[in-house]
C-alpha cells in the first residue's frame, strides 16, 4: 500500500446505486448549488463552484476544510478543469487539476469520468477517476491518495442528499 503514495499516475473507481431517478442525479452532478452541498467529505463547505455545462465548459469548484478538520481548518482545495463530454442525462466527463491552496507542487491533474444508469425509479452512477500527473513533493502525494477516501465519503454525501424529500421546482 505504501507504494502507491509513490506511483506517478493512479485509477479509482467507484459504482453507486442511488434511490433517484437519473434527472436528480444529473441534476446532483451539474447544478451549482446541488454540488455545494454534497461535494467534499464531512467537514468541508465549498464556498466557491461554477459549472459552464458544455464542451470546452469550466468547472471550478473550491473545497475548505472546516473544524471538524482540526489542523487542516482553513485549508483550501481548488479544482478547476475543463469538461471534455457532456451528454445529458448519462455521461458527464472533465480534465481537472487539483491542489492545495499555499502548497508548491501539491498539484493533482485527473479526469473524471460519470455514467449514469437509470434503472427504474434508480440510478447507478458508475465513477472513474484516472490520476494522470501528481506533483512533486510528499503532499501532493498523501493528497493524491487521499483521493479515494475523498470522493468515497461525498459519494456518501451525494446519497444523503438525494435521499432527502425533494421539492418541485
Known amino acids: 500500500m505504501i507504494l502507491k503514495l509513490f506511483r506517478s499516475t493512479q485509477e479509482h473507481r467507484f459504482?453507486?446505486?442511488y434511490?433517484?431517478?437519473?434527472?436528480?442525479?444529473w441534476r446532483a452532478w451539474t447544478q451549482p448549488e446541488l454540488l455545494r452541498q454534497w461535494w467534499g467529505p464531512e467537514h468541508t463547505s465549498i464556498p466557491e463552484c461554477e459549472v459552464d455545462l458544455r464542451v470546452g465548459g469550466r468547472i471550478r469548484i473550491i473545497m475548505e476544510a472546516g473544524e471538524g478538520m482540526g489542523k487542516y481548518a482553513g485549508t483550501r482545495w481548488p479544482l478547476e478543469g475543463t469538461f471534455t463530454c457532456v451528454e445529458e442525462p448519462d455521461r458527464?466527463?472533465?480534465?481537472?487539476?487539483?491542489?492545495t491552496e499555499g502548497e508548491e507542487g501539491a498539484t493533482i491533474g485527473h479526469v473524471n469520468e460519470v455514467e449514469l444508469t437509470a434503472q427504474g425509479e434508480h440510478t447507478?452512477?458508475?465513477?472513474?477517476?484516472?490520476?494522470?500527473?501528481i506533483?512533486?513533493?510528499?503532499?501532493?502525494?498523501?493528497?493524491?491518495y487521499g483521493m479515494k477516501?475523498?470522493?468515497d465519503a461525498q459519494l456518501d454525501k451525494l446519497d444523503t442528499l438525494l435521499s432527502s424529500p425533494?421539492?418541485?421546482t
Open 124 to 133: 447507478v452512477v458508475n465513477l472513474r477517476i484516472h490520476v494522470r500527473e
Open 149 to 151: 477516501w475523498g470522493y
Open 166 to 168: 425533494r421539492t418541485e
Open 92 to 99: 458527464l466527463a472533465y480534465e481537472a487539476t487539483s491542489w
Open 15 to 17: 459504482e453507486r446505486t
Open 135 to 144: 506533483g512533486s513533493g510528499v503532499k501532493a502525494r498523501l493528497a493524491a
Open 19 to 25: 434511490a433517484a431517478p437519473i434527472a436528480d442525479v
